[in-house]
């Protein structure tokens, strides 16, 4: 069960600080928007090769932006270890999978929550992971949607179906009310924002989520 606190919350004047007081956790998630595919600008390919020089722990980078099949090979490439592109904005996510492995990076793909799974599945040979979001994309400390835990079900059965080292991340809202419900439907990987980087001790914080998901792991 692996804790990935999301930068989003973090203090984007002293992001190589913030990143250094969750050195315990599995990975940094940076959320990257473009202030057109979601109604925020935060960050992009400059920043993501500076924090990956400096950061402790890997890189999940979250695109929320348009045109993911020009852009997601260079957050690759910039030093993402992990790169989500959402299905919504993508032309040929199949291409844009394989893109992100051949520059070397495990290859995620998130779906908003009005977006079924289903006429996706086929794509699960080409990916390492699947964003179940459980809030609208675009903004942190918003409420958790109970609503997408049949999703997250589902997306596990089709990865336990399908065989392979894929995971089942969720994102949105995720906090120590709700990471228990995440972890028994299935998810193994758990985006937090505000649950980590409003907590007077973040590392703590992350300890604390990971001792949770781990109690409540599907079966
Ligand atoms: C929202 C982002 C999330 C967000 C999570 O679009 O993708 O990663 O930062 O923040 P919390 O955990 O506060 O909901
Ligand atoms: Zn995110």
């Known amino acids: 069960m692996q804790i990935s606190p999301s930068n989003l919350s973090a203090d984007f004047a002293n992001l190589e600080r913030e990143l250094r007081r969750i050195s315990n956790a599995d990975w940094a998630h940076v959320d990257v928007m473009d202030g057109h595919f979601v109604p925020n600008l935060t960050l992009g390919l400059p920043v993501v090769e500076a924090l990956a020089k400096v950061s402790p722990i890997p890189l999940d980078c979250h695109l929320m932006i348009d045109d993911p099949d020009r852009w997601a090979p260079q957050y690759a490439e910039a030093g993402g270890s992990s790169v989500t592109f959402h299905i919504e904005a993508a032309g040929d996510p199949r291409r844009v999978a394989r893109d992100l ?52 079900r589902e997306v596990r059965e089709a990865v336990r179906r399908h065989g392979g080292d894929i995971w089942v991340q969720v994102d949105g809202g995720v906090s120590a009310d709700t990471i228990e419900q995440c972890a028994e439907a299935g998810a193994d990987v758990f985006v937090a924002g505000s649950a980590v980087y409003g907590a007077q001790d973040a590392a703590a914080a992350v300890e604390e989520l990971r001792a949770l998901a781990t109690a409540h792991r599907h079966g």
């Open 101 to 152: 492995r051949a520059a070397g990076a495990r290859a995620g793909m998130a779906i908003k929550p009005g977006t079924a799974f289903a006429p996706y599945a086929d794509l699960l040979p080409d990916l390492d992971m699947v964003l179940v979001m459980t809030v609208e994309p675009g903004f942190g400390g918003q409420s958790f949607m109970a609503d997408q835990m049949p999703k997250v």
